[in-house]
């Protein structure tokens, strides 16, 4: 396959700008796409699909089932990799979750038959939860205020930096070897979230606590700052996935798809300190 026009979806994301990085490192032809992209894609609007899919040797799939609101990821990937099997393209990576069984009521891997079924070569990126919450992400703001208050209990998660999933994601849209594959992608060891603070407090110079919360309490505090029940239940029984231990044990994917150990924990907080993300 040739390495060129490759479509990133969700380039601004944490993912999708890493991916689009990695291949022009890489000397590949990028495509980057979005709803603020000079390539429009937006998913709530499929007459951009086809204009940002044709030409595309391959494509990077980032869905968006973890944001509020209905949407059928299974129905809205299906038609995605079909369109995209119509338009030429030859291989498709789809990035998914670390998950287990229902999270706020949804299979956050019910995207994944549609791109298996597609007729494209496909690989799949399962994901633990990303280091880049605690700087760029949904738990910024907290460590910012000087506390993580989350119903995560005492579980372990083998947080995973997003710059090796997106290394991971490149490989598999430019090499050979990689079709048919699913790959759970994580950190080589699992942090408790008052592991990961101290981490933090230790890079940042400042403390940074971290409180374990009851799920129901947690719910009713996303909604008391205005998020909708549905959405405080998603992220809840995302966070529960911590607690629980759903999904804890390190996975060597990383090292074995890219030769080289996963990055840590330690040397991303010891960064993102130095690159100010937690400066008050
Ligand atoms: N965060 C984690 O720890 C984690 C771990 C495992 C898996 N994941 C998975 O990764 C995916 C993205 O999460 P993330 O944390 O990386 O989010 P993110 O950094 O906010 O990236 C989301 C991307 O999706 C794009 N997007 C949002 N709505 C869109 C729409 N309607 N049409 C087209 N593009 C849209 C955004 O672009 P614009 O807003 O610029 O349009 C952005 O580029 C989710 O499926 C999540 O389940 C995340």
Same mark, same amino acid.
Request: hydrophobic share 40%; proline share 3%; aromatic share 8%.
């Given at each position: 396959?040739?390495?060129?026009?490759?479509?990133?979806?969700?380039?601004?994301?944490?993912?999708?700008?890493?991916?689009?990085?990695?291949?022009?490192?890489?000397?590949?032809?990028?495509?980057?796409?979005?709803?603020? $992209?000079?390539?429009?894609?937006?998913? @709530?609007?499929?007459?951009?699909?086809?204009?940002? &899919?044709? %030409? #595309? !040797? +391959?494509?990077?799939?980032?869905?968006?089932?973890?944001?509020?609101?209905?949407?059928?990821?299974?129905?809205?990937?299906?038609?995605?990799?079909?369109?995209?099997?119509?338009?030429?393209?030859?291989?498709?990576?789809?990035?998914?979750?670390?998950?287990?069984?229902?999270?706020?009521?949804?299979?956050?891997?019910?995207?994944?038959?549609?791109?298996?079924?597609?007729?494209?070569?496909?690989?799949?990126?399962?994901?633990?939860?990303?280091?880049?919450?605690?700087?760029?992400?949904?738990?910024?703001?907290?460590?910012?205020?000087?506390?993580?208050?989350?119903?995560?209990?005492?579980?372990?998660?083998?947080?995973?930096?997003?710059?090796?999933?997106?290394?991971? $994601?490149?490989?598999?849209?430019?090499? @050979?070897?990689?079709?048919?594959?699913?790959?759970? &992608?994580? %950190? #080589? !060891? +699992?942090?408790?979230?008052?592991?990961?603070?101290?981490?933090?407090?230790?890079?940042?110079?400042?403390?940074?606590?971290?409180?374990?919360?009851?799920?129901?309490?947690?719910?009713?505090?996303?909604?008391?700052?205005?998020?909708?029940?549905?959405?405080?239940?998603?992220?809840?029984?995302?966070?529960?996935?911590?607690?629980?231990?759903?999904?804890?044990?390190?996975?060597?994917?990383?090292?074995?798809?890219?030769?080289?150990?996963?990055?840590?924990?330690?040397?991303?907080?010891?960064?993102?300190?130095?690159?100010?993300?937690?400066?008050?």
């Amino acid at each position: 396959m040739s390495a060129s026009d490759i479509l990133v979806i969700g380039s601004t994301g944490k993912t999708g700008r890493r991916v689009v990085q990695a291949l022009r490192e890489r000397g590949a032809s990028v495509r980057p796409a979005g709803r603020s $992209a000079d390539v429009r894609f937006d998913w @709530d609007d499929d007459h951009t699909w086809e204009p940002a &899919l044709t %030409g #595309a !040797r +391959a494509a990077y799939i980032v869905d968006r089932q973890d944001q509020p609101g209905e949407w059928d990821a299974e129905a809205q990937i299906r038609a995605l990799a079909k369109r995209a099997v119509d338009c030429g393209v030859e291989r498709l990576v789809l990035l998914q979750a670390r998950t287990t069984g229902l999270v706020g009521g949804k299979n956050l891997s019910a995207g994944e038959r549609g791109v298996r079924e597609s007729g494209a070569q496909w690989t799949v990126l399962r994901p633990n939860w990303f280091f880049q919450n605690f700087d760029e992400g949904v738990l910024l703001d907290a460590v910012r205020a000087g506390e993580l208050r989350l119903p995560a209990g005492d579980g372990r998660e083998p947080f995973v930096d997003a710059g090796d999933v997106a290394e991971v $994601a490149a490989a598999a849209l430019l090499e @050979d070897g990689h079709d048919g594959q699913v790959y759970e &992608l994580s %950190g #080589a !060891r +699992a942090l408790t979230l008052a592991e990961a603070a101290e981490e933090i407090s230790r890079a940042a110079g400042r403390t940074v606590v971290y409180t374990p919360v009851a799920h129901e309490d947690y719910v009713a505090e996303l909604v008391s700052y205005d998020v909708s029940a549905d959405y405080a239940r998603f992220v809840a029984d995302l966070v529960g996935q911590i607690r629980d231990g759903l999904n804890s044990e390190p996975t060597d994917t990383v090292e074995r798809v890219l030769g080289r150990p996963a990055r840590d924990f330690t040397e991303f907080a010891r960064q993102a300190a130095a690159a100010g993300a937690w400066a008050v």
